[in-house]
């Protein structure tokens, strides 16, 4: 059964999209089944993973609506070795008219059950807001990566997503996890940096993960070339610290399945 993993962090521009695909592609690189889920109508991830996002007949969107389904909206991402449910801005709409509908918070939740099996990894790319799309993404998950970058606000957001991920689990989705916290666009000169990512460390112990990824220009031109960084320039700092956390999620659920 595939582990779910939400990618979430309410703040924008912190690394979600980048994280998710070149994640997604590293675990494809070391034989995980993986699909990535996009769902931010921004389409980043879509577009990230080499799929035009406007020439798209079926979307999420239809999955989350009810009137597709996930067999028939996902698509084989072949450079990338894995599978892709796409998103465009079509899905901002999905917020409102899902008001409505049965069970809207765990409409991805039950779409993603019919295909759970068929997978190692499904990740999750959250937009940037506390929104119904991302509390479906919260119901559908059972573990929540957070990246983040290490500035002088991101302890105050992370309390607030933290907040959530509590409510989350008292009331639709008992099982969820903070799987860790990811420093992202890590310039190891800046001292502010060094400083917020001590105390991180000093707040959430194990939750941090040991990769850090750096700031690397290879992972920003990647998505312009429709691949994944790896696929870009395997050598570079940004893919080689990818793979890194890729290698450090397979061995920690390699440890916690021993104990
Ligand atoms: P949003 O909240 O809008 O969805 P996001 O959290 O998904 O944003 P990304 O889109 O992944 O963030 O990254 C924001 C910008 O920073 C992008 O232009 C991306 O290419 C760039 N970027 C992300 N990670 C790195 C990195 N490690 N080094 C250099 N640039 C990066
Ligand atoms: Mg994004």
Redesign the pocket.
């Given at each position: 059964m595939a582990k779910i993993l939400a990618i979430t962090?309410q703040?924008?521009?912190?690394?979600?999209?980048?994280?998710t695909v070149n994640l997604a592609a590293s675990l494809a690189a070391m034989k995980q089944r993986v699909l990535l889920v996009d769902l931010?109508p921004?389409g980043?991830a879509t577009m990230g993973s080499g799929i035009d996002k406007r020439n798209l007949s079926a979307t999420i969107y239809h999955v989350l609506l009810g009137s597709k389904s996930l067999h028939e909206t996902r698509f084989h991402f072949e450079a990338g070795k894995y599978d892709v449910l796409p998103a465009n801005r079509e899905l901002a709409g999905a917020e409102i008219e899902m008001v409505d509908l049965q069970n809207r918070e765990t409409r991805l939740k039950d779409a993603l059950q019919t295909v759970a099996a068929e997978y190692d990894y499904i990740l999750i790319?959250c937009?940037?807001a506390l929104n119904l799309l991302t509390l479906n993404g919260l119901c559908a998950a059972r573990s929540v990566m957070i990246?983040m970058q290490c500035e002088y606000y991101a302890l105050e957001g992370l309390s607030d997503l933290v907040n959530t991920i509590r409510k989350v689990r008292a009331h639709l989705n008992p099982d969820l996890e903070i799987e860790g916290l990811l420093r992202?666009?890590f310039d190891p000169r800046n001292t502010l940096a060094q400083q917020v990512s001590e105390q991180l460390q000093q707040h959430f112990g194990e939750k941090v993960y040991r990769t850090v990824?750096?700031?690397?220009?290879r992972?920003?031109e990647a998505?312009s070339y429709g691949v994944p960084a790896l696929y870009h320039d395997k050598l570079s700092k940004?893919t080689q610290a990818y793979l890194a956390l890729a290698g450090e999620l397979l061995n920690n659920a390699k440890q916690s399945a021993q104990v």
């Amino acid at each position: 059964m595939a582990k779910i993993l939400a990618i979430t962090n309410q703040k924008g521009g912190v690394g979600k999209t980048t994280t998710t695909v070149n994640l997604a592609a590293s675990l494809a690189a070391m034989k995980q089944r993986v699909l990535l889920v996009d769902l931010d109508p921004q389409g980043n991830a879509t577009m990230g993973s080499g799929i035009d996002k406007r020439n798209l007949s079926a979307t999420i969107y239809h999955v989350l609506l009810g009137s597709k389904s996930l067999h028939e909206t996902r698509f084989h991402f072949e450079a990338g070795k894995y599978d892709v449910l796409p998103a465009n801005r079509e899905l901002a709409g999905a917020e409102i008219e899902m008001v409505d509908l049965q069970n809207r918070e765990t409409r991805l939740k039950d779409a993603l059950q019919t295909v759970a099996a068929e997978y190692d990894y499904i990740l999750i790319d959250c937009p940037p807001a506390l929104n119904l799309l991302t509390l479906n993404g919260l119901c559908a998950a059972r573990s929540v990566m957070i990246p983040m970058q290490c500035e002088y606000y991101a302890l105050e957001g992370l309390s607030d997503l933290v907040n959530t991920i509590r409510k989350v689990r008292a009331h639709l989705n008992p099982d969820l996890e903070i799987e860790g916290l990811l420093r992202t666009m890590f310039d190891p000169r800046n001292t502010l940096a060094q400083q917020v990512s001590e105390q991180l460390q000093q707040h959430f112990g194990e939750k941090v993960y040991r990769t850090v990824i750096p700031r690397n220009v290879r992972l920003a031109e990647a998505p312009s070339y429709g691949v994944p960084a790896l696929y870009h320039d395997k050598l570079s700092k940004g893919t080689q610290a990818y793979l890194a956390l890729a290698g450090e999620l397979l061995n920690n659920a390699k440890q916690s399945a021993q104990v």
